[in-house]
């Protein structure tokens, strides 16, 4: 019988759980500095832009611009092989910090870029959700 292999999970932390705990309530969020109102992606102890720590994660919309996409045909880690082929997106959010996903429910000869897309959310256990992107519409 052979053993099924853990797919690496994200690190949880002090400056990062609050965006796992919007995902796990289906809500995409970002950090945003009370200081100076900069929104950031990915969470940072102090902000990218004036320093402050007086940071909190915010929902925001979901929605964002697809930048560029590429699909997977080997496993970097074997636990993703069962997953390949597979797409991976760079997204402009509307808000503005870019952030790299999976891109979900959309075959790769349809893909434009430039094309709209919005967060949808993949539970993988009581713990933790997957923000993915799809295309609007
Ligand atoms: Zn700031």
């Known amino acids: 019988m052979q053993t ?25 969020s970002v950090q945003k500095c009370a200081a100076c109102a900069d929104v950031h992606f990915p969470g940072s102890p102090v902000c990218p832009r004036c320093l402050s720590e007086n940071q909190s994660w915010v929902e925001i919309s979901g929605r964002g611009t697809l930048l560029s996409w590429a699909r997977f045909h080997r496993a970097y880690w074997v636990s993703f092989r069962a997953d390949l082929p597979y797409l991976v997106c760079l997204v402009g ?41 799809r295309i609007s519409g």
Do not use: M, Y
């Not at 994200?10 to 705990?21: A, E, Q, T």
């Not at 503005?96 to 000869?109: A, C, D, I, K």
């Open 4 to 28: 099924a292999i853990a797919k690496p999970r994200p690190k949880i932390d002090n400056v990062n759980r609050g965006f796992w705990d919007n995902a796990r309530a289906q809500k995409f």
């Open 93 to 133: 959010l509307e808000e503005g910090p870019l952030l790299v996903s999976n891109l979900v429910g959309v075959e790769s000869e349809d893909i434009i870029i430039g094309a709209d897309v919005d967060a949808v959310f993949e539970k993988v256990d009581d713990e933790l959700t997957l923000p993915k992107f």
